[in-house]
């Protein structure tokens, strides 16, 4: 897919949209939507501070933590298998001059008691705007909407 990408932009009379799904060499999925993003990487002001809120609310929907010179990154190891084998990331990098955009970053929880957990965590954390879902987007669907410090957009759910 790599190449075939590549040859789109050096040659325009490629077509991608030939591509069918049988020509991928590997197609890893969550539940049964394919994964379309690798990571996630979000800046903050203050990064030992942002570290210790994510970490408060992620740990819970089962990620790890790992902490490189000059970034905070989250994973969900696979069962049975080691971090390094998680298919893809969450991570944090400090920008003292970031501005929050309209983005929403949805991280998908297990069940709707932890949705209902993570509501009291950032609740404690005195995290500002936050709202549950309020059936809005149907009855299969829950979720709680809230602001880091900085002022990103974020959404803990689950659709069961």
Same mark, same amino acid.
């Given at each position: ?17 030939a ?32 570290t210790?809120? !994510? ?36 991570? $944090? ?27 009291? $965590?950032v ?17 299969? !669907? ?19």
């Amino acid at each position: 897919m790599e190449r075939l990408a590549l040859a789109a932009v050096a040659r325009p009379d490629v077509k991608l949209t030939a591509l069918k799904q049988e020509d991928l060499s590997i197609q890893i999925t969550t539940g049964s939507m394919p994964l379309i993003l690798d990571h996630v990487d979000l800046r903050v002001r203050d990064r030992a501070a942002a570290t210790t809120f !994510y970490d408060s609310f992620l740990s819970l929907l089962g990620a790890v933590k790992r902490e490189g010179e000059e970034f905070t990154t989250w994973r969900i190891p696979p069962p049975g298998g080691a971090i390094e084998d998680a298919p893809d990331n969450f991570g $944090i990098v400090e920008d003292r001059q970031h501005v929050p955009g309209a983005v929403r970053i949805a991280f998908k929880a297990p069940a709707r008691s932890s949705v209902d957990a993570i509501a009291t $965590i950032v609740l404690s954390l005195g995290v500002s705007n936050v709202e549950m879902d309020n059936g809005i987007y149907g009855d299969d !669907y829950y979720g709680v909407f809230f602001e880091d410090a900085d002022g990103n957009r974020l959404e803990v759910c689950v659709n069961d």
